[in-house]
């Protein structure tokens, strides 16, 4: 390969395992603990296949009005893409075209350094305090746009409204991305700043809080200026991102909210059960508004414990690689009995 010319080289993001094994407990990548809604599963059921012949909808308007209503914004506002994914990778083509660098923290998404690599965007990553908190103070003005995952991740850290605020304030001539895939597990989303700030673009994902990580669908929500711009990009690469039985999934999950309002609900309430009980094991847990969790094992090391519980078929992720969270362990919130099972195998090591 090394003869040829013009080849670009990129180290790509590294996905979480993605283990087959029966009696397991996959607590590596963030999936939601309880399955898609019974309406869903309907939908599923009742689509009719003949329509797989044609194409999928360019607009996605059906979606795109299930969600309006429930987000409470115009049609006009969103945008749908093949999971978050695509939307933030599309809003990095569409928004980021400076010489200025853009600018997003050191623990983060690890896909934000990809894209920018991948297409050649300027770029600066701003270290996490010593809490891991992202402190806006050292977000410069002489940048090209700014990233946040809010919530963080694989932190889990939340930011307040106001402390946002402040960011889109001090920013007003470029765009703030706001990546808000996990904000439905004790965050508080930043829609109601949108009619103040036009520079401000939120993305949201069917992944996490709707159980629907395989269906891959995502959105994102802005002023209909940069929603044109972001069409205008993905008609550029892909206008058929999205399928027809995507949609309709996605649209069904949607009108049945409320179940996935439960869920999350549950997913909280074990979150803060699995934390006190780690706790007590002499763990160190970072706060979180999301479905995981960062600790720090004291007694022993990550890397003894991630053997262990693999071991016994429990999966969690591991950073070796990365030397400040190197010590650290992230853990998916599952069931309540998953959870039990997993302080139960850390206790036998203990």
Request: hydrophobic share 40%; net charge neutral; charged share 20%.
């Amino acid at each position: 390969m090394t003869r040829f010319k013009g080849l670009r080289h990129i180290s790509p993001y590294v996905a979480g395992k993605q283990p087959k094994e029966k009696n397991m407990i996959k607590l590596n990548t963030n999936e939601n603990a309880y399955g898609p809604s019974p309406a869903v599963m309907k939908a599923i059921n009742d689509f009719d296949g003949d329509k797989l012949r044609n194409y999928s909808s360019l607009n996605h308007s059906q979606l795109c009005e299930s969600l309006a209503r429930q987000l409470e914004v115009s049609p006009e506002q969103l945008v749908i893409g093949n999971g978050s994914d695509d939307i933030l990778s599309l809003a990095f083509l569409a928004f980021f075209n400076s010489q200025s660098p853009i600018l997003f923290p050191d623990l983060t998404y690890g896909f934000y350094k990809v894209w920018a690599e991948l297409y050649r965007i300027p770029y600066q990553e701003i270290p996490l305090n010593s809490n891991f908190d992202i402190d806006f103070k050292d977000y410069h003005p002489n940048n090209g746009g700014i990233v946040i995952a809010n919530p963080n991740a694989p932190t889990g850290v939340y930011k307040p409204l106001a402390a946002i605020e402040s960011l889109l304030q001090a920013h007003p001539d470029v765009i703030i991305i706001l990546d808000e895939a996990y904000v439905n597990f004790g965050g508080k989303t930043a829609i109601s700043l949108l009619a103040k700030y036009d520079n401000l673009f939120i993305t949201r994902t069917f992944s996490k809080d709707a159980s629907l990580a395989g269906l891959r669908v995502g959105y994102g929500i802005g002023s209909p200026d940069l929603i044109n711009l972001m069409k205008a990009i993905r008609n550029s690469v892909n206008p058929y991102s999205v399928d027809c039985l995507a949609e309709h999934v996605a649209t069904a999950a949607v009108e049945d909210w409320p179940y996935y309002e439960r869920n999350c609900q549950k997913i909280m309430a074990t979150r803060q059960w699995f934390q006190e009980s780690l706790e007590a094991l002499g763990f160190e847990v970072l706060p979180s508004s999301t479905n995981f969790l960062l600790v720090k094992p004291l007694a022993v090391s990550a890397g003894d414990i991630f053997q262990h519980l693999e071991r016994q078929k429990i999966y969690v992720r591991y950073f070796p690689k990365i030397d400040r969270i190197k010590n650290y362990l992230r853990i998916s919130i599952g069931t309540q009995k998953e959870m039990e099972k997993v302080i139960m195998a850390i206790q036998e090591l203990l």
